[in-house]
C-alpha cells in the first residue's frame, strides 16, 4: 500500500491479506437494486443472531403473593408463616415492586436507599436486612 | 493473548470489484465511513480500526480522503474533483482503493456490519487458575468486595469452609493440568480472603503441582496476592526459592493506606505492612514484584501513590484500579472524580512515555498492558478469560468464572470434584458475548473493552452481562490516550514495541 502504513500487528495482517497490488476491494453483500441482501443477515449466519436484544427478556412477573390479606401480608390466617404462598422473605422482594397488594417497605428512594445493601441473595441473607427507624 | 477468543480474523477479501475503487459500477455509487477512531501522535496521523483493531498510519492524501467524508457519504467523482488537484487524481484513486480494502470506508448500499458471534471450541484450555485457600481475612478493608457492602457471598452464613483444604487444593491441581489440555504452561495464582493465612496448604498445593507438572511433562507458574501483613523470613524465602510471582495489594503511602486498608479493630495497616514489604522487596529478587492499588474517592492521588510505591518502596510494577461499587458508595469514585483520575493517569502516561522513548522501564503498568493489545490488535469477544482462559476455585472446591465469583451458587460453572458444567459455561459465554451488549456496538473502544468487568456490571447493575456504562468516557479518553502514546512510540523509537511481539 502506498497511502497506509501498517503499524500494528493486526494492521500487518490485513496488509498482507487486502494489500497486495490487484488485491479485492472487500464489498460487502449487495442485493438487487443496490440495498442490503434481502434478509439483512450475512450467507451462513444463524438468523437467530440478528434477534433484538432488548426484547429477550420479558418484563418482572412477580411469582406469587400472599393470599391471606388479614391481618396483614407477613402472616397466614394463622398467624403464622407456613400458609403463605411464597416465602417472606420472597415476599420483601416481590410485593413490594409489582404486586396489587404492595407490602410496606422503607422508602428505599429517599429515606433507606442501602436498605437492603447487605442482601444481595434473599435466601441466604434475608437476615441482614437492616432495621429501620423512621 | 490472555482472552483467546477473540476475533482475530483479518477481513475476508470478497470477490468484486478489484481495479481502481468501484470502477465497474453504472450508477454512481456512494462511500462513506466506516468505524474508526482517528488519532494524532508524533506529528503523524492514525487510524484506529473497529472492529479489526488495525492501527494504520495515513498518509496526507489518505488522510484528506477521510476528512471528505466527515460531512456525509460521497461518490467516488466527487472525492476525485475535490482533491485531484492537490493529490492527482491516481493518488486519489489509490487512497480510496486502499481505505477500502482495510474497511476504514465501504460503499453506502452495504448492509450494516453484523459482529460475528463466534463462541471458543468446547475444549478450550485454561490457561489460569486462580485458587481461593481461604476466604478469610485479617484486614477489614471497608471497601472489600469480598466483605464490605457489595459482597456477592455471604460468608458467615455460607457452608463453604473457611480454608480450602489440603485434598481440595489437590483436586484444584488436577482439575487445572485436565482443562490446560495441550498448553506446556499452567498458570497456579493463589488467592483469599488473605492468602497467606492458608500458608500451610498453599505450600504443599505448590509442591504437589511441581509434581504433577513433572509426571505430565508441563511446566508450572506460580502467583500470589496478598496484602503483606502476613509476610515474614520463612514465608519470603519461600516465595523466592519458588519463583512465585508476588502482587501486594497496598493503596501507597500511609495516609491513603489507612484509609481503608484496616485491621478489624479499625488501626491502620500501613505501619505493620512495611517492614514485611520492604523485607520482601528485598530478599525476593527471583520474579518482578508488583503493588495492586484500589483508588477511591479519598484516596485520588496517583501520582504520590506511584511515586511512593515506585520509586520509594521499589515495586517493579504498580497498578491501578477503581473501586468495584454499587452507586452511591462514600468511597465511589464519581463523575468529576473520574476526570480527576483520567487527568493523573494522563500524566503519569506521559512519563511513561518519556521512559519508553529511551528504552527505560517506568513502571505504571496500566498502560503497558493497553500497550501490549494494542499492538498486538486484541479485538475481544469478551472482556476478560473469566468462565474461559481463566476460573477461580472457592474454598470447597466450586468452580467459578474468576475469583471475584467464587463461593457464588449463582455464577458456579462446575467443581473442581465433579468436572465443569460445560452447558453452563457455554450458556455463560453465548450471554456474555460482545455482540450482545447492544450498547457496545456504536463504541469505538470495544475491541478493547467489550463491556468491561463482569463483577463489577454484575455489583453495579446488578447483570454481568450489562455493559459498564458508568466508565464508558472514562475508558474511551484512556484508550485513546494509550492510542496516542502508542503512536509516539511507533513514530519515534519503534523497536520499544518488539517486547511486545
Redesign the interface.
Known amino acids: 500500500?502506498?497511502?497506509?502504513?501498517?503499524?500494528?500487528?493486526?494492521?500487518q495482517?490485513?496488509?498482507?491479506?487486502?494489500?497486495a497490488p490487484?488485491?479485492?476491494?472487500?464489498?460487502?453483500?449487495?442485493g438487487p437494486g443496490?440495498?442490503?441482501?434481502a434478509s439483512?443477515?450475512?450467507p451462513g449466519?444463524d438468523p437467530g443472531?440478528?434477534d433484538v436484544?432488548?426484547l429477550e427478556s420479558g418484563p418482572h412477573i412477580p411469582l406469587g403473593c400472599s393470599l391471606v390479606f388479614a391481618p396483614g401480608w407477613e402472616v397466614d390466617s394463622t398467624g403464622g408463616t407456613a400458609g403463605l404462598c411464597q416465602p417472606v422473605e420472597r415476599d420483601l422482594f416481590d410485593c413490594h415492586l409489582a404486586c396489587f397488594w404492595p407490602a410496606h417497605v422503607p422508602d428505599q428512594l429517599n429515606h433507606a436507599?442501602?436498605w437492603t445493601?447487605?442482601c444481595?441473595?434473599a435466601q441466604?441473607?434475608w437476615?441482614?436486612i437492616d432495621l429501620i427507624f423512621p | 493473548m490472555s482472552t483467546g477468543a477473540v476475533n482475530?480474523a483479518?477481513?475476508?477479501?470478497?470477490?468484486?470489484?478489484?481495479?481502481g475503487?468501484?470502477a465497474a459500477a453504472t450508477?454512481p455509487?456512494f462511500l462513506a465511513q466506516r468505524e474508526f477512531h482517528p488519532f494524532e501522535a508524533g506529528g503523524e496521523t492514525?487510524?484506529y480500526?473497529v472492529p479489526?483493531?488495525?492501527?494504520?498510519?495515513?498518509?496526507e492524501?489518505?488522510h484528506s480522503v477521510l476528512q471528505a467524508l466527515d460531512r456525509g457519504p460521497a461518490s467516488e467523482d466527487d472525492i476525485v474533483a475535490a482533491l485531484g488537484p492537490r493529490f492527482g487524481e491516481s493518488?486519489v484513486r489509490?487512497?480510496l482503493?486502499?481505505?477500502?480494502?482495510?474497511?476504514a470506508i465501504?460503499?453506502t448500499?452495504?448492509?450494516?456490519?453484523?459482529f460475528p458471534?463466534v463462541l471458543p471450541q468446547a475444549n478450550f484450555p485454561l490457561t489460569t487458575m486462580v485458587l481461593n485457600v481461604t476466604n478469610k481475612c485479617n484486614l477489614a478493608c471497608t471497601y472489600c468486595y469480598e466483605y464490605g457492602?457489595?459482597?456477592?457471598?455471604?460468608t458467615t452464613?455460607?457452608p463453604a469452609p473457611t480454608y480450602m483444604s489440603e485434598e481440595t487444593a489437590r483436586q484444584s491441581v488436577d482439575f487445572m493440568f485436565e482443562q490446560s489440555g495441550e498448553l506446556p504452561v499452567a498458570h497456579l495464582t493463589f488467592f483469599g480472603g488473605e492468602t497467606l493465612l492458608n500458608f500451610k496448604v498453599l505450600k504443599k498445593t505448590a509442591a504437589y503441582a511441581r509434581e504433577r507438572a513433572k509426571e505430565l511433562g508441563k511446566d508450572v507458574d506460580f502467583s500470589l496476592t496478598t496484602n503483606g501483613t502476613l509476610l515474614k523470613e520463612e514465608v519470603i524465602e519461600w516465595l523466592a526459592e519458588n519463583r512465585v510471582g508476588v502482587t501486594v495489594s497496598i493503596d501507597g503511602p500511609k495516609e491513603t493506606q489507612d484509609k481503608f486498608r484496616v485491621f478489624k479493630n479499625g488501626m491502620g495497616s500501613y505501619d505493620y505492612a512495611l517492614p514485611k514489604i520492604k523485607m520482601l522487596l528485598e530478599r525476593h529478587r527471583t520474579r518482578p514484584i508488583g503493588a495492586r492499588v484500589t483508588l477511591t474517592r479519598q484516596t485520588l492521588d496517583v501520582p504520590r501513590i506511584f511515586n511512593h510505591l515506585r520509586n520509594e518502596l521499589g515495586f517493579w510494577e504498580v497498578g491501578f484500579a477503581p473501586v468495584t461499587t454499587?452507586d452511591?458508595r462514600g468511597y465511589a469514585i464519581e463523575d468529576t472524580g473520574f476526570d480527576h483520575m483520567l487527568g493523573q493517569f494522563e500524566e503519569l502516561a506521559q512519563e511513561f512515555l518519556e521512559f519508553a522513548l529511551e528504552d527505560r522501564h517506568h513502571g505504571f503498568s496500566n498502560v503497558k498492558e493497553t500497550l501490549e493489545e494494542?499492538?498486538?490488535?486484541v479485538?475481544k469477544a469478551f472482556p476478560c478469560g473469566a468462565g474461559l482462559g481463566l476460573m477461580g476455585v472457592a474454598t470447597d472446591g466450586e468452580v467459578a468464572l474468576c475469583h471475584r465469583f467464587a463461593g457464588s451458587?449463582?455464577h458456579s460453572i462446575g467443581s473442581v470434584h465433579n468436572g465443569l458444567d460445560r452447558k453452563r459455561q457455554f450458556e455463560f459465554l453465548g450471554r456474555h458475548h460482545v455482540?450482545?451488549k447492544?450498547d457496545c456496538s456504536t463504541c469505538w473502544a470495544r475491541p478493547l473493552c467489550a463491556g468491561g468487568c463482569y463483577h463489577e456490571a454484575h455489583v453495579r447493575y446488578g447483570d454481568t452481562g450489562k455493559a459498564n456504562l458508568h466508565y464508558c468516557d472514562w475508558i474511551r479518553s484512556w484508550t485513546d490516550t494509550c492510542l496516542k502514546v502508542?503512536?509516539e512510540i511507533?513514530v519515534h523509537n519503534p523497536g520499544y514495541l518488539e517486547q511486545f511481539?
Open positions: 500500500m502506498d497511502h497506509l502504513k501498517a503499524i500494528n500487528r493486526k494492521a495482517r490485513i496488509q498482507e491479506h487486502v494489500g490487484g488485491a479485492a476491494v472487500p464489498v460487502p453483500e449487495v443496490g440495498g442490503p441482501a439483512g443477515v450475512p449466519a443472531d440478528m436484544v432488548g436507599p442501602d445493601g447487605k444481595a441473595a441466604k441473607d437476615r441482614k | 482475530d483479518a477481513p475476508a477479501p470478497a470477490a468484486t470489484p478489484a481495479a475503487v468501484i450508477e455509487v492514525f487510524l480500526l479489526s483493531a488495525a492501527v494504520f498510519y495515513l498518509d492524501a489518505s493518488a489509490l487512497s482503493g486502499e481505505l477500502m480494502r482495510v474497511q465501504g460503499l448500499t452495504a448492509a450494516p456490519e453484523t458471534r457492602e457489595d459482597k456477592i457471598v455471604d452464613c455460607d454499587a452511591g494494542i499492538h498486538k490488535g479485538s451458587d449463582d455482540a450482545n447492544t502508542y503512536g511507533a511481539d
